[in-house]
Protein backbone atom coordinates (compact mmCIF):
# COMPACT_ATOMS: atom_id res chain seq x y z
CA UNK A 1 0.00 0.00 0.00
CA UNK A 2 0.86 3.68 -0.01
CA UNK A 3 3.29 5.71 2.32
CA UNK A 4 3.34 9.04 2.04
CA UNK A 5 6.58 10.68 4.23
CA UNK A 6 7.04 14.66 5.13
CA UNK A 7 9.48 16.63 5.99
CA UNK A 8 10.61 18.43 8.11
CA UNK A 9 7.84 17.52 10.88
CA UNK A 10 8.48 21.59 11.94
CA UNK A 11 10.19 24.39 9.65
CA UNK A 12 10.69 27.94 10.85
CA UNK A 13 11.44 30.75 8.35
CA UNK A 14 11.87 34.64 8.96
CA UNK A 15 8.63 36.33 7.56
CA UNK A 16 9.27 37.10 3.82
CA UNK A 17 11.76 34.30 3.08
CA UNK A 18 10.94 30.99 1.39
CA UNK A 19 9.42 27.72 2.83
CA UNK A 20 9.83 24.38 0.83
CA UNK A 21 8.28 20.85 2.55
CA UNK A 22 8.56 17.82 0.89
CA UNK A 23 6.73 14.79 0.38
CA UNK A 24 7.86 11.08 -1.26
CA UNK A 25 5.42 8.61 -1.77
CA UNK A 26 5.48 4.69 -2.64
CA UNK A 27 2.67 4.08 -5.02
CA UNK A 28 3.75 4.31 -8.17
CA UNK A 29 0.43 4.18 -9.65
CA UNK A 30 -0.64 7.57 -7.31
CA UNK A 31 -2.02 10.44 -9.82
CA UNK A 32 -3.13 12.82 -7.43
CA UNK A 33 -1.24 15.34 -4.84
CA UNK A 34 -2.82 17.58 -2.60
CA UNK A 35 -1.59 19.79 0.07
CA UNK A 36 -4.12 20.74 2.86
CA UNK A 37 -3.54 23.97 5.38
CA UNK A 38 -4.55 23.46 9.11
CA UNK A 39 -4.55 26.61 11.01
CA UNK A 40 -4.60 26.23 14.89
CA UNK A 41 -7.60 24.95 16.26
CA UNK A 42 -9.49 25.23 12.65
CA UNK A 43 -10.21 22.50 9.59
CA UNK A 44 -7.77 21.40 6.87
CA UNK A 45 -8.74 22.96 3.72
CA UNK A 46 -7.36 22.58 0.51
CA UNK A 47 -4.77 24.87 -0.69
CA UNK A 48 -3.52 23.39 -3.96
CA UNK A 49 -3.40 20.21 -5.71
CA UNK A 50 -1.50 18.71 -8.58
CA UNK A 51 -2.06 15.94 -10.81
CA UNK A 52 0.57 13.67 -12.62
CA UNK A 53 0.53 14.77 -15.99
CA UNK A 54 1.69 18.21 -15.25
CA UNK A 55 5.27 19.14 -13.22
CA UNK A 56 4.29 22.31 -11.81
CA UNK A 57 1.81 24.11 -10.76
CA UNK A 58 1.19 28.07 -9.55
CA UNK A 59 -1.52 29.79 -8.03
CA UNK A 60 0.34 32.99 -6.41
CA UNK A 61 2.65 33.07 -3.71
CA UNK A 62 2.36 29.16 -3.79
CA UNK A 63 3.11 26.45 -5.93
CA UNK A 64 3.71 22.56 -6.14
CA UNK A 65 6.32 20.58 -7.81
CA UNK A 66 5.70 16.96 -8.75
CA UNK A 67 9.31 14.66 -9.77
CA UNK A 68 7.44 11.19 -10.97
CA UNK A 69 10.29 9.65 -11.56
CA UNK A 70 11.80 9.84 -8.23
CA UNK A 71 7.94 9.60 -6.46
CA UNK A 72 8.26 13.09 -4.34
CA UNK A 73 6.55 16.41 -4.74
CA UNK A 74 7.10 19.90 -2.91
CA UNK A 75 5.78 22.58 -1.56
CA UNK A 76 6.58 26.25 -2.23
CA UNK A 77 5.27 28.97 -0.34
CA UNK A 78 7.56 32.55 -1.25
CA UNK A 79 7.50 35.82 0.54
CA UNK A 80 5.84 34.05 3.78
CA UNK A 81 3.59 36.19 5.61
CA UNK A 82 2.33 35.67 9.46
CA UNK A 83 -1.10 33.93 8.14
CA UNK A 84 1.28 31.36 6.55
CA UNK A 85 1.64 29.55 9.74
CA UNK A 86 0.32 26.72 9.74
CA UNK A 87 0.50 23.18 9.84
CA UNK A 88 0.42 21.79 6.09
CA UNK A 89 -0.40 18.22 5.18
CA UNK A 90 0.44 16.32 1.84
CA UNK A 91 -1.57 13.42 0.15
CA UNK A 92 -1.36 10.92 -2.08
CA UNK A 93 -4.38 8.30 -2.96
CA UNK A 94 -3.37 4.58 -2.91
CA UNK A 95 -4.66 2.70 -6.27
CA UNK A 96 -4.98 -0.79 -3.96
CA UNK A 97 -7.70 0.78 -2.07
CA UNK A 98 -9.90 2.51 -4.54
CA UNK A 99 -7.82 5.87 -4.04
CA UNK A 100 -8.19 6.15 -0.58
CA UNK A 101 -5.94 9.42 0.15
CA UNK A 102 -2.66 8.95 2.52
CA UNK A 103 -2.08 11.88 4.43
CA UNK A 104 1.87 12.74 5.29
CA UNK A 105 2.44 13.53 9.00
CA UNK A 106 2.18 16.95 8.40
CA UNK A 107 4.69 20.29 9.06
CA UNK A 108 4.51 23.18 11.34
CA UNK A 109 5.37 25.88 9.63
CA UNK A 110 6.49 28.73 11.98
CA UNK A 111 6.90 32.26 10.63
CA UNK A 112 8.96 34.68 12.62
CA UNK A 113 8.37 38.57 12.55
CA UNK B 1 -22.94 27.31 0.74
CA UNK B 2 -23.03 25.60 3.94
CA UNK B 3 -20.00 23.45 4.99
CA UNK B 4 -19.55 20.81 6.89
CA UNK B 5 -21.27 20.44 9.84
CA UNK B 6 -20.74 18.45 13.33
CA UNK B 7 -21.74 18.38 16.11
CA UNK B 8 -20.54 18.45 19.30
CA UNK B 9 -17.55 20.29 18.94
CA UNK B 10 -16.35 19.13 22.64
CA UNK B 11 -16.69 15.88 24.41
CA UNK B 12 -15.47 14.75 27.70
CA UNK B 13 -16.30 11.54 29.09
CA UNK B 14 -14.80 8.65 31.52
CA UNK B 15 -13.77 5.97 29.85
CA UNK B 16 -16.37 2.54 29.16
CA UNK B 17 -18.66 5.10 28.78
CA UNK B 18 -20.44 5.22 25.01
CA UNK B 19 -20.03 8.63 22.86
CA UNK B 20 -21.49 9.35 19.49
CA UNK B 21 -20.52 12.37 16.89
CA UNK B 22 -22.82 13.73 14.63
CA UNK B 23 -21.93 14.97 11.07
CA UNK B 24 -23.99 17.01 8.19
CA UNK B 25 -21.94 17.09 5.12
CA UNK B 26 -22.40 19.37 1.80
CA UNK B 27 -25.36 19.24 0.23
CA UNK B 28 -24.97 17.11 -3.14
CA UNK B 29 -21.53 15.50 -1.84
CA UNK B 30 -21.86 11.81 -1.99
CA UNK B 31 -18.65 10.49 -0.23
CA UNK B 32 -18.41 11.15 3.42
CA UNK B 33 -15.51 10.20 5.37
CA UNK B 34 -14.81 10.04 8.92
CA UNK B 35 -11.25 10.48 9.60
CA UNK B 36 -9.70 10.54 13.36
CA UNK B 37 -6.71 12.91 13.90
CA UNK B 38 -4.16 12.73 17.20
CA UNK B 39 -2.19 15.47 18.22
CA UNK B 40 0.39 16.25 15.87
CA UNK B 41 0.01 14.38 13.23
CA UNK B 42 -2.16 13.58 10.03
CA UNK B 43 -5.62 12.42 9.25
CA UNK B 44 -6.29 8.69 9.66
CA UNK B 45 -9.22 7.50 7.42
CA UNK B 46 -11.70 5.25 9.69
CA UNK B 47 -14.56 4.81 7.36
CA UNK B 48 -15.70 6.07 4.16
CA UNK B 49 -18.92 6.22 2.63
CA UNK B 50 -20.19 6.34 -1.12
CA UNK B 51 -23.84 7.29 -0.68
CA UNK B 52 -25.02 5.05 1.75
CA UNK B 53 -22.52 2.39 1.47
CA UNK B 54 -19.18 1.95 3.46
CA UNK B 55 -16.98 1.43 0.70
CA UNK B 56 -13.58 1.34 2.89
CA UNK B 57 -14.10 0.62 6.66
CA UNK B 58 -10.89 -1.35 7.08
CA UNK B 59 -9.29 0.90 9.16
CA UNK B 60 -12.55 0.87 11.63
CA UNK B 61 -11.73 -0.88 15.11
CA UNK B 62 -14.91 -3.03 14.62
CA UNK B 63 -15.01 -4.27 17.95
CA UNK B 64 -16.01 -1.12 19.95
CA UNK B 65 -16.64 1.91 16.92
CA UNK B 66 -19.51 1.72 14.59
CA UNK B 67 -20.77 3.96 11.91
CA UNK B 68 -23.89 4.74 9.56
CA UNK B 69 -25.38 6.87 6.97
CA UNK B 70 -28.38 6.51 6.68
CA UNK B 71 -30.56 8.12 3.61
CA UNK B 72 -27.17 9.00 2.47
CA UNK B 73 -27.04 11.86 3.70
CA UNK B 74 -26.16 12.60 7.79
CA UNK B 75 -23.73 10.07 9.75
CA UNK B 76 -23.49 8.92 12.82
CA UNK B 77 -20.25 7.58 14.58
CA UNK B 78 -20.39 5.96 17.84
CA UNK B 79 -17.26 4.19 20.00
CA UNK B 80 -18.74 2.39 22.59
CA UNK B 81 -16.95 1.74 25.08
CA UNK B 82 -14.84 4.33 24.77
CA UNK B 83 -11.16 3.80 25.80
CA UNK B 84 -8.37 6.65 26.86
CA UNK B 85 -6.16 5.62 23.24
CA UNK B 86 -9.56 6.79 21.75
CA UNK B 87 -8.98 10.53 22.72
CA UNK B 88 -8.35 12.63 19.60
CA UNK B 89 -10.03 15.14 16.93
CA UNK B 90 -13.10 13.23 14.75
CA UNK B 91 -13.08 15.00 11.88
CA UNK B 92 -15.98 14.31 9.13
CA UNK B 93 -15.43 15.95 5.56
CA UNK B 94 -17.41 14.88 2.37
CA UNK B 95 -16.78 15.54 -1.63
CA UNK B 96 -18.63 14.86 -4.01
CA UNK B 97 -16.95 12.34 -7.40
CA UNK B 98 -17.88 14.50 -10.55
CA UNK B 99 -14.20 13.89 -11.96
CA UNK B 100 -11.52 11.37 -11.65
CA UNK B 101 -11.54 8.57 -9.18
CA UNK B 102 -9.96 10.20 -5.66
CA UNK B 103 -8.94 13.55 -7.48
CA UNK B 104 -12.03 15.08 -5.28
CA UNK B 105 -11.52 17.62 -2.91
CA UNK B 106 -12.88 17.04 0.54
CA UNK B 107 -13.96 19.21 2.58
CA UNK B 108 -13.77 18.96 6.12
CA UNK B 109 -16.08 19.93 8.77
CA UNK B 110 -14.80 21.63 12.51
CA UNK B 111 -14.41 18.53 14.60
CA UNK B 112 -15.28 16.95 17.24
CA UNK B 113 -12.28 17.03 20.41
CA UNK B 114 -12.67 13.49 22.57
CA UNK B 115 -11.40 13.66 25.83
CA UNK B 116 -11.71 9.97 27.81
CA UNK B 117 -10.80 9.92 31.38
Known amino acids: GENVEQHPSTLSVQEGDSAVIKCTYS??????FPWYKQELGKRPQLIID???NVGEKKDQRIAVTLNKTAKHFSLHITETQPEDSAVYFC????????????WGAGTKLIIKP | EAGVVQSPRYKIIEKKQPVAFWCNPI?????LYWYRQNLGQGPELLIR????????DSQLPKDRFSAERLKGVDSTLKIQPAELGDSAVYLC???????????????FGPGTRLLVL
Open chain 2, 49 to 56: YENEEAVD
Open chain 2, 27 to 31: SGHNT
Open chain 2, 93 to 107: ASSVRWREVGQETQY
Open chain 1, 50 to 52: IRS
Open chain 1, 27 to 32: DSASNY
Open chain 1, 91 to 102: AAPTVDSNYQLI
